[in-house]
């Protein structure tokens, strides 16, 4: 049973270029969660989808930024017109169902997403 | 600051050591949980202790909270090298479960 699968791993992008970040959930999940970690920082809840759904996207910058999770294929985050500040590693986790109470959400291996 | 912070923000200690590492938090929660990360790499689940319990163990891991303090700790007995990482606590909040709040983390550095 894969884990969450994320991709690509590394990613270099030139300022005002788009990057665009791939999530597998694992096998029966869901539900899925974007998280973002800048260097030296825990990570920070971006947004939470159902399939089709976006439940909570209360962490996402309003601009420049969106994500979708489509009926069929993976999750994506993707960043428009890629800042310096974007720099940082993007986290994919998933649970097969809402919340985390008595159940583990379970992470990706990131995509660490470096703006030149 | 935010839920969730830990203390200290590093800790370098001999192989065979202890460790412990605190995350204080701030609102009501569900559960806590602890996670490791190696550099470059993403997070590893290690436990997660609900807010009705007070000690758990899971080898050499022993986490327990505090909800009238608002705090948990992680230790890690008889420390080994491949123990060296970046430890985080995540909250959830009782009204947006779904939804984990990370401390800035502890990096442990653990010497051989």
């Known amino acids: 049973n894969a884990g969450v699968m994320q991709n690509p791993r590394h990613l270099v992008r030139r300022r005002g270029q788009e990057a665009r970040l791939r999530c597998s959930p694992m096998k029966g999940h869901s539900h899925v969660y974007w998280y973002r970690q800048l260097p030296e920082e825990g990570l920070k809840f971006m947004v939470y989808?159902?399939?089709?759904?976006?439940?909570?996207e209360s962490g996402m910058p309003k601009e420049r930024f969106s994500a979708e999770f489509p009926k069929e294929g993976p999750s994506i985050l993707r960043i428009q017109q890629v800042v310096r500040g974007d720099s940082a590693a993007y986290f994919c986790?998933?649970?097969?169902?809402?919340?985390?109470?008595?159940?583990?959400?379970?992470f990706g291996e990131g995509s660490w997403l470096t703006v030149v | 600051s935010q839920q969730g912070e830990e203390d200290p923000q590093a800790l370098s200690i001999q192989e065979g050591e202890n460790a412990t590492m605190n995350c204080s938090y701030k609102t009501s929660i569900n559960n806590l949980q602890w996670y490791r990360q190696n550099s470059g790499r993403g997070l590893v689940h290690l436990i997660l202790i609900r807010s009705n319990e007070r000690e758990k163990h899971s080898g050499r891991l022993r986490v327990t909270l505090d909800t009238s303090k608002k705090s948990s700790s992680l230790l890690i007995t008889a420390s080994r090298a491949a123990d060296t990482a970046s430890y985080f606590c995540?909250?959830?909040?009782?009204?947006?479960?779904?939804?984990?709040?990370f401390g800035s983390g502890t990096r442990l550095l653990v010497r051989p």
């Open positions: 995540a909250t959830d909040a009782r009204d947006s479960s779904y939804k984990l709040i």
């Open positions: 989808l159902q399939k089709e759904n976006i439940i909570d």
């Open positions: 986790a998933s649970s097969p169902g809402r919340g985390t109470s008595g159940s583990t959400i379970y």
